[in-house]
């Protein structure tokens, strides 16, 4: 996880003895070789520290080769944006964590970071706050993220069997699973009529930018409360029949 961490770290540069020069988020946003990846390709040790690179007041860098003038400007200007940022102090380097607002790292924070790009996933919030069983908030977690082990995901990972569903044999995905076959359909149509909706979801894309953005006919998570209740764990629902039928065809096919 140590090539992770670099990604929220943010060094304040005392001595240089521990901040990566190229690799370390010090000077800028972004560390130097992501900003300035053409000189980072040349270097002879991207791994030198701040305080190698700093010698008799002036920044030096070993490269392998002589520098084209393009090159060299851009070492320039990387130079002129270093001012201010010298290693001037015996004290060691500060880190600070970037991705929480105290500074101190969390391991949260950097879930969030990996999966989310910073952002809190509202659908994952939903789901493991919602009042359901913990293996249905298993199992939700894995079909938003289409982890499911439907025909079409274990065909990819060299499984023999059939592709096709088995009551309509169109391909088996998640998004077919539950809301574009003939017994989703259905379930959904029921849904439809018996409350009085305008709009049914069509996909787990309409389920999680539209109804569980607010904009469906109860809140949050409500919606998420009886799509879990309904669809997933009770005893009517298209997944309880589907996987039903298709142990039914299993044991007959073995008998």
């Known amino acids: 996880m140590k090539h992770l961490f670099k990604w929220g770290a943010v060094f304040k540069v005392r001595n240089g ?16 070789g992501i900003s300035h990846e053409n ?11 701040v305080s190698e690179c700093w010698e008799e007041d002036e920044w030096v860098m070993d490269f392998r080769r002589s520098l084209t003038v393009q090159e060299y400007n851009s070492w320039i200007d990387l130079t002129n944006s ?11 380097d500060i880190v600070s964590w970037a991705l929480e ?14 999966t989310d790009w910073g952002m809190p996933s ?9 009042k359901i069983p913990l293996k249905i908030k298993f199992f939700l977690w894995q079909m938003f993220h289409n982890k499911l082990q439907v025909a079409r995901s274990l065909v990819k990972r060299g499984w023999k069997g059939n592709m096709g569903c088995c009551l309509c044999d169109c391909v088996e995905t998640v998004n077919h699973l539950f809301f574009k076959c003939h017994l989703a359909k259905l379930v959904w149509g029921l849904l439809q009529n018996i409350f009085e909706l305008d709009f049914c979801p069509r996909s787990l894309e309409d389920l999680s930018i539209i109804w569980l953005q607010g904009n469906g006919p109860l809140p949050n998570r409500l919606v998420m409360f009886f799509f879990a209740g309904f669809d997933l764990s009770g005893p009517c629902g298209p997944r309880e029949i589907r996987w039903q039928l298709k142990n039914r065809l299993l044991r007959h096919q073995l008998m």
């Open 17 to 32: 003895d521990h901040c990566k020069f190229w690799e370390d988020c010090w000077a800028k946003e972004v560390p130097l």
């Open 39 to 49: 000189l980072f390709r040349m270097v002879r040790n991207p791994h030198c520290s």
């Open 82 to 92: 270093l001012q201010g940022c010298n290693p001037e102090s015996d004290a060691a």
């Open 101 to 114: 607002p105290k500074g101190h790292f969390s391991t949260i924070s950097l879930y969030r970071f990996l």
């Open 122 to 130: 509202r659908v994952a919030g939903l789901i493991w706050k919602c």
